[in-house]
Nanobody
Framework: QVQLVESGGGLVQAGGSLRLSCAAS????????MGWFRQAPGKEREFVAG????????YYADSVKDRFTISRDNAKNTVNLQMNSLKPEDTAIYYC?????????????????WGQGTQVTVSS
């Protein structure tokens, strides 16, 4: 079993920055992929960014490319999401997810473990 705990959400003005962290514990998969997803009220959960746990290759949704950066610290079993130039449309609950497979995919159902989520609110 893998436990994921997100932190770092909050309220920020448009144009500001936030840094989300996801701490993994339990049976961690050194070769598995990690991802960040978000879900706004009334909308489906959507892929934001992903990273191979040991390969470092990163992937982004078009809506966040060049504004968000995903990174990982294998020694600390953490995955971070640096969010810059935030927009009101980035407002959502952000979830960390992990899968046993090495490949990053954008569909939520292919991820095996999820955190409880952290709220990000961007005011205009």
């Amino acid at each position: 079993q893998v436990q994921l705990v997100e932190s770092g959400g909050g309220l920020v003005q448009a144009g500001g920055s936030l840094r989300l962290s996801c701490a993994a514990s339990g049976r961690t998969f050194s070769s598995g992929a990690m991802g960040w997803f978000r879900q706004a009220p009334g909308k489906e959960r959507e892929f934001v960014a992903g990273i191979r746990w040991n390969g470092g290759s990163t992937y982004y949704a078009d809506s966040v490319k060049d504004r968000f950066t995903i990174s990982r610290d294998n020694a600390k079993n953490t995955v971070n999401l640096q969010m810059n130039s935030l927009k009101p449309e980035d407002t959502a609950i952000y979830y960390c997810a992990a899968r046993r497979n090495i490949l990053v995919v954008t569909t939520p159902r292919h991820y095996d473990y999820w955190g409880q989520g952290t709220q990000v609110t961007v005011s205009s």
